[in-house]
């Protein structure tokens, strides 16, 4: 069921657009917002309140690579894979916070802490290679530099 | 040498305020416009400008606006593309988070030429600083009249919206674009009927790269022959132009179009860093054809770079050195496409991971001389003409000019059953 201010905020979003389902990918954000990820119960709740099909609603929930349609930790790690971020050696980045953490692509932590994500490019080419930890941007990224950053966050 | 669009971005990397922005002559030309000029007379000079689209394609935008019927009811949108998301490229940041009102005022001049009254800026999910800077800016606007009812007083209203995308590169196509941004997945629409036309909700829809409707103002208030004159060429004005790889000064810097690829990689990127020998470069991000060393004395305009057999594309160039491994390069590449291709179209959707798993095949020194003439085969059947829409086609042009630059290191792959290069 979705929360009173999960309703309110679709709510508003309703009023913004010509056609219901228009509010469709602003739903998914707004309850995500709140619950980090989509379940099953999520698409259907969403697709009653917009008058959609469960499936339309999953349609575009599984199109677009950041609405996540299964559960992620605490903290969501995008690591840039774009080709200047290869060339400026990403992949050694990669191997260093597998190491850190012992996850993969796709895989959260034990603790639920983090998850780790391959992202296209993070438009900061000229600082590769970059990471993204939720908000926060973090450009020029060297091995050493990783336990830091991550100790930020609980 | 004049630097219009990026000159009043603070050094120190913050936003240049409404009233920092006023006070450089800000909002001058959009209180010019609503003085003087019809909705008609701000796209003829547009026109007469020649300016040309930023986001890749290089269109005419005044043409593209030309095409917004004008005698109808009902609304119309313009929208600012700032889904910028082809990997190399990070110029319409530098805009977006150094002068957010110089976007807002070539947008309210663009919904005018067009009568628009809803503008949407269309923002990719990773830019959360230019989103934060994008909000104040549009409240800062509204609250100083610039936006909303009566606009300067005058009869022209227009609402401003920031929305921010949730992922896929597919957004930054325009009609891909209007889908998203009508709640849809981002698959693109046929063309025609043309979103000039028929857009956003059905509705005639102008969609500009932030690079574009940045120049707007400068083009109000200076005039086309001054925009021109900015130019080492004929594709007027200047351009921002990008370097990143190993080079010793990766950046981005706003030069006049038709600088040359050697100015740009020797005098402001710097060159190679120390040890490491140029290969080749795309010239305009992701989806352009390499260009090597026999090219480095092209002009880098629309025309020059063409000629040379790839696009200008976004002017942001990444550079290829020796000691990375152009097959390895290339399944980045695909790997990308691959990955971003929407499904739409079967050759799209199939052929690309099939290119993408051959090179990997290659890279790990499973591939064989069959599989580089699948590869050149692809390059054919996902070309211009026989997928959807321009994603395949691009996803091609690398690997197409990349089977024949770098034809040695792919031959090397499979005779040697491994790939060459120490950097896995």
Request: net charge negative; with cysteine.
């Amino acid at each position: 069921m979705l929360s009173a201010i999960e309703i309110e905020q679709i709510t508003h979003e309703l009023q913004q657009v010509p056609v219901k389902k228009a509010a469709c990918i602003e739903a998914l954000k707004i309850v995500q917002q709140q619950r980090r990820w989509i379940s099953d119960e999520s698409v259907a709740d969403i697709a009653a309140m917009l008058d959609m099909s469960t499936a339309e609603v999953d349609s575009v929930a599984t199109f677009y690579n950041l609405i996540f349609r299964r559960p992620v930790g605490r903290h969501v790690i995008l690591l840039c894979d774009s080709i200047s971020c290869y060339v400026m050696g990403y992949t050694k980045i990669k191997q260093a916070l597998t190491d850190l953490l012992h996850i993969g692509y796709g895989q959260t932590t034990s603790d639920d802490r983090f998850t780790l994500l391959p992202n296209a490019c993070l438009g900061t080419c000229d600082h590769a290679p970059a990471l993204m930890v939720d908000n926060d941007l973090y450009r020029d990224i060297a091995i050493a530099d990783l336990p830091q950053i991550l100790d930020q966050y609980l | 040498m004049e630097r219009p669009l990026t000159q009043h971005i603070p050094l120190s990397g913050a936003a240049l305020q409404l009233k920092e922005y006023e006070a450089v002559g800000g909002y001058s030309a959009l209180r010019k416009v609503l003085q003087e000029l019809t909705p008609r007379e701000v796209t003829e000079k547009v026109k007469d400008a020649n300016l040309k689209g930023r986001g890749g394609a290089g269109f005419s935008t005044g043409m593209k606006w030309s095409f917004v019927p004008m005698n109808v009811t009902g609304p119309k949108y313009l929208i600012a593309n700032a889904d910028e998301m082809e990997p190399g490229t990070f110029k319409d940041r530098w805009l977006l988070e150094g002068n957010p009102h110089q976007l807002l005022e070539g947008m309210i001049i663009a919904a005018y030429a067009i009568q628009a009254t809803q503008a949407f800026v269309f923002m990719r999910w990773a830019y959360k600083e230019a989103a934060q800077i994008m909000t104040r800016a549009i409240a800062d606007a509204y609250d100083a009249g610039y936006l909303g009812k009566n606009i300067l007083g005058k009869d022209f209203r227009l609402d401003m919206q920031l929305h921010t995308g949730v992922g896929r590169y597919m957004c930054g196509e325009e009609t891909a674009l209007l889908n998203s941004l009508e709640g849809k997945r981002a698959t693109p629409r046929a063309k025609p009927p043309f979103p000039q036309v028929s857009g956003l909700f059905g509705k005639p829809t102008i969609v500009n790269n932030v690079e574009t409707l940045s120049y707007i103002p400068h083009i109000m208030n200076n005039g086309g022959d001054w925009f021109k004159s900015l130019s080492y060429t004929a594709d007027g004005g200047t351009k921002i132009y990008g370097v990143s790889g190993k080079v010793n000064k990766p950046g981005a810097w706003e030069l006049p179009m038709g600088v040359t690829m050697r100015e740009l990689l020797e005098e402001y990127a710097g060159g190679m860093k120390a040890g490491l020998r140029f290969r080749g470069v795309l010239p305009g991000g992701a989806s352009t054809d390499f260009l090597t060393d026999a090219h480095l004395d092209v002009k880098m305009d629309f025309a020059g770079v063409a000629a040379a057999g790839s696009r200008l594309g976004t002017g942001t160039m990444v550079v290829l050195d020796d000691q990375t491994c152009p097959v390895g390069f290339v399944h980045n590449l695909e790997h990308f496409f691959a990955q971003e291709s929407c499904g739409f179209c079967t050759p799209c959707r199939e052929g690309l991971p099939w290119t993408e798993k051959i090179l990997l095949a290659l890279e790990q020194g499973n591939g064989t001389y069959a599989d580089l003439e699948q590869l050149q085969l692809h390059t054919q059947l996902l070309g211009p003409g026989n997928t959807f829409c321009a994603l395949a086609p691009g996803a091609m042009e690398p690997l197409q000019s990349a089977l024949k630059y770098f034809r040695e290191d792919f031959e090397q792959h499979v005779k040697d059953k491994k790939c060459p290069y120490a950097h896995h």
